[in-house]
């Protein structure tokens, strides 16, 4: 065998600059299927933390695109083609990581390691799927400082607890609204940076259950403390509504950004 000469500088190559080529080989292979015209993501500017630049994307003329993926490539690829926000979300990685859909396989562990990786190798900002926060307000203060410390923007808080989407279980509960509520004050007092946003989603109109009750729980949610709601399966011509009552923007997806615009969504779900 033929080795390599000592002073060779590709024979010990650090770990830091390997990974950074290793990246860069990665990111041209992505930009070679780039969307035409897709603008690139923009870079964070000195100083402004995850959650400030989170928030200056809200309240402009078309709201901002979220994408939900569920490995770093995934993340890496949405933002090379222009999505302003990703979602490190647990039905995405349970799909990526096992195979099978949001079953209640993931873990806290699981969640806040996988948004801790994908915020090593993205700039734009993240929402974190923190399911149910992990129990109690207890856990869920603990989640949050654990979602910020990892470089979450946004930590999404849900008010489903238990295995979810086991069709034919008696799992999977719609907790009661006060509970919730310490949940989000929790949230509130966790937060280390003030700019943190704090996604409240209230899955009733998911489970089954009455919209209005969605958006009573929701504007409940926000006066606790919550800056953005999420109420999935609510209908596109309600969304208004929901903002009027809650008095936050709403995440959400529709079939266009016109529509989304007309709706006035403050986050679009693709």
């Given at each position: 065998?033929?080795?390599?000469?000592?002073?060779?500088?590709?024979?010990?190559?650090?770990?830091?600059?390997?990974?950074?080529?290793?990246?860069?080989?990665?990111?041209?292979?992505?930009?070679?299927?780039?969307?035409?015209?897709?603008?690139?993501?923009a870079q964070p500017s000195g100083g402004d933390s995850p959650g400030a630049r989170f928030r200056q994307l809200l309240g402009g003329d078309?709201?901002?695109?979220?994408?939900?993926?569920?490995?770093?490539?995934?993340?890496?690829?949405?933002?090379?083609?222009?999505?302003?926000?990703?979602?490190?979300?647990?039905?995405?990685?349970?799909?990526?990581?096992?195979?099978?859909?949001?079953?209640?396989?993931?873990?806290?562990?699981?969640?806040?390691?996988?948004?801790?990786?994908?915020?090593?190798?993205i700039a734009t900002p993240i929402i974190a799927d923190a399911d149910d926060g992990g129990g109690n307000p207890l856990n869920v203060y603990?989640?949050?400082?654990?979602?910020?410390?990892?470089?979450?923007?946004?930590?999404?808080?849900?008010?489903?607890?238990?295995?979810?989407?086991?069709?034919?279980?008696?799992?999977?509960?719609?907790?009661?609204?006060?509970?919730?509520?310490?949940?989000?004050?929790?949230?509130?007092?966790?937060?280390?940076?003030?700019?943190?946003?704090?996604?409240?989603?209230?899955?009733?109109?998911?489970?089954?259950?009455?919209?209005?009750?969605?958006?009573?729980?929701?504007?409940?949610?926000?006066?606790?403390?919550?800056?953005?709601?999420?109420?999935?399966?609510?209908?596109?011509?309600?969304?208004?509504?929901?903002?009027?009552?809650?008095?936050?923007?709403?995440?959400?997806?529709?079939?266009?950004?016109?529509?989304?615009?007309?709706?006035?969504?403050?986050?679009?779900?693709?």
């Amino acid at each position: 065998m033929h080795s390599k000469p000592q002073n060779d500088p590709t024979l010990k190559p650090s770990r830091r600059r390997f990974i950074e080529s290793a990246g860069a080989v990665t990111g041209a292979a992505f930009a070679t299927a780039a969307i035409p015209g897709r603008a690139t993501a923009a870079q964070p500017s000195g100083g402004d933390s995850p959650g400030a630049r989170f928030r200056q994307l809200l309240g402009g003329d078309d709201p901002p695109y979220c994408v939900n993926c569920g490995d770093v490539a995934t993340a890496r690829l949405a933002e090379m083609h222009g999505f302003q926000i990703v979602m490190t979300g647990g039905s995405a990685l349970s799909f990526s990581k096992y195979g099978i859909g949001d079953f209640g396989m993931i873990t806290m562990d699981d969640l806040v390691e996988f948004c801790g990786r994908t915020a090593d190798r993205i700039a734009t900002p993240i929402i974190a799927d923190a399911d149910d926060g992990g129990g109690n307000p207890l856990n869920v203060y603990r989640t949050v400082q654990r979602m910020e410390k990892a470089g979450a923007a946004c930590v999404m808080i849900e008010d489903l607890y238990g295995a979810k989407h086991l069709a034919g279980y008696d799992e999977g509960k719609i907790l009661g609204r006060e509970a919730m509520v310490d949940k989000v004050h929790a949230a509130v007092d966790a937060r280390r940076d003030d700019d943190l946003v704090l996604l409240v989603r209230s899955d009733v109109v998911a489970d089954g259950g009455p919209l209005e009750d969605a958006l009573e729980r929701v504007t409940s949610y926000a006066e606790a403390g919550g800056d953005l709601i999420f109420v999935p399966g609510i209908p596109l011509d309600q969304c208004r509504r929901a903002v009027e009552m809650a008095g936050k923007p709403i995440l959400t997806g529709a079939p266009s950004l016109a529509a989304a615009r007309d709706a006035g969504v403050g986050v679009l779900f693709v």
